[in-house]
């Protein structure tokens, strides 16, 4: 390969990159870390997650509690430890939704809700209430 066909090749891949960036950002989910502000979807974005703080060491979850199937689906949830050696430390339980067709024909708005508890003591769980809005 010479230097021309070098160029070209490194010049078609950045050109595929710049390309494809738009799309890649209309994929990624957007992040939200505070129940106490909305979570706007669209079409062009419609992934979302939800960041909250837990600590599995000490027998609590964040359990799905309410949701409206026709207008949102959760599609994963993970723990994500904090990073750090000591013994009994937190992280946070991520959740990722996504917007379906239904939510975001028309702008409407719809919660999730959350509860922060023991399974063998439900009743002194902490519930959190997030509303989640689509825009045209």
Request: aromatic residues 14%.
């Amino acid at each position: 390969m010479n230097a021309s066909q070098g160029f070209k090749s490194i010049l078609l891949l950045l050109s595929i990159i710049i390309i494809m960036c738009p799309f890649n950002g209309a994929l990624a989910a957007q992040h939200y870390a505070d129940p106490s502000k909305p979570i706007f979807v669209s079409r062009r974005q419609s992934r979302f997650t939800i960041r909250l703080p837990a600590n599995r060491t000490t027998g609590y979850a964040w359990y799905l509690v309410e949701y409206n199937s026709v207008l949102i689906k959760p599609l994963k949830y993970r723990y994500k430890k904090l990073d750090t050696k000591r013994i009994g430390s937190g992280g946070y339980a991520i959740w990722t939704f996504t917007g379906l067709s239904n939510f975001l024909k028309v702008p409407q708005m719809t919660l999730v809700k959350l509860v922060y508890a023991q399974p063998w003591n439900w009743q002194q769980g902490k519930q959190v209430t997030l509303q989640i809005f689509s825009q045209r």
